[in-house]
């Protein structure tokens, strides 16, 4: 299974390579220390990695950029975007609020440990929703609708941002469709849209 590492610090991709690769399970297919390398590398790709692993900070770049793009771009290719893995030093609410509604799948501490990483990973590899409890705990103290969602309605946003249907949701998440529909419900209520279109943008 490749990985694109997207990180500024070439000690931090050298050290998740190792981490990765050791495990048999992995391969890095390519690094970037840039927003515009990361993009050059997606746009050149034969195949899209089966996963990627984003810094936010990359020098003067905010790394959660890349999200947008990513999407856009799948989007324009018809195909699925790639589960993203936010890794970062940066642990605070409004963060992981936006790394979430901008599309990443899971948000993880620098400072955890590698077994906490390959559980991230495989988490969201699943099509679930990676995050600690601690920053759990952060984002249901966070002011504003999306601080209101339950972890299982992160998870179903986040797959139908992804353009994933209910029977698709219901799959990946383990649950039934008519479980799906309860949960999409909650988020309409919540955050006022009135279609899939609408909250494929929230």
Same mark, same amino acid.
């Given at each position: 299974? =490749?990985?694109?590492?997207?990180?500024?610090?070439?000690?931090?991709?050298?050290? $998740?390579?190792?981490?990765? %690769?050791?495990?048999?399970? !992995?391969?890095?297919?390519?690094?970037?220390?840039?927003?515009?390398? *990361?993009? &050059?590398?997606?746009?050149?790709?034969?195949?899209? @990695?089966? $996963?990627?692993?984003?810094?936010?900070?990359?020098?003067?770049?905010?790394?959660?950029? !890349?999200?947008?793009? $990513?999407?856009? !771009?799948?989007?324009?290719?018809?195909? @699925?975007?790639?589960?993203?893995?936010?890794?970062?030093?940066?642990? =605070?609410? !409004? &963060?992981? #609020?936006? *790394?979430?509604?901008?599309? *990443?799948?899971? /948000?993880?501490?620098? +400072?955890?440990?590698?077994?906490?990483?390959?559980? *991230?990973?495989?988490?969201?590899?699943?099509?679930?929703?990676?995050?600690? =409890?601690?920053?759990?705990?952060?984002?249901?103290?966070?002011?504003?609708?999306?601080? #209101?969602? +339950?972890?299982?309605?992160?998870?179903?946003?986040?797959?139908?941002?992804?353009?994933?249907?209910?029977?698709?949701?219901?799959?990946?998440? /383990?649950?039934?469709? &008519?479980?799906?529909?309860?949960?999409?419900?909650?988020?309409?209520?919540? +955050?006022?849209?009135?279609?899939?279109? %609408? $909250?494929?943008?929230?």
């Amino acid at each position: 299974m =490749d990985v694109l590492l997207i990180d500024d610090h070439p000690i931090t991709n050298d050290g $998740l390579a190792s981490c990765l %690769e050791e495990t048999g399970c !992995f391969t890095v297919s390519g690094t970037a220390n840039s927003l515009n390398e *990361a993009e &050059r590398f997606i746009e050149g790709s034969g195949s899209l @990695p089966s $996963l990627i692993i984003l810094d936010i900070i990359l020098g003067e770049e905010n790394g959660l950029d !890349f999200l947008p793009f $990513l999407k856009k !771009f799948c989007r324009g290719k018809n195909i @699925p975007a790639p589960p993203v893995l936010v890794c970062s030093v940066l642990e =605070d609410s !409004f &963060r992981i #609020q936006t *790394a979430l509604k901008s599309g *990443a799948c899971g /948000y993880i501490s620098k +400072t955890k440990s590698k077994t906490e990483l390959l559980t *991230a990973i495989d988490t969201v590899l699943r099509g679930e929703v990676y995050i600690t =409890d601690e920053n759990a705990v952060k984002l249901s103290k966070t002011l504003g609708v999306y601080g #209101q969602f +339950t972890k299982k309605e992160i998870e179903v946003l986040n797959l139908i941002k992804q353009g994933k249907s209910n029977r698709e949701i219901a799959k990946a998440l /383990y649950i039934s469709v &008519r479980t799906v529909e309860n949960h999409i419900s909650n988020i309409y209520f919540k +955050t006022g849209c009135g279609n899939r279109q %609408e $909250l494929e943008k929230y």
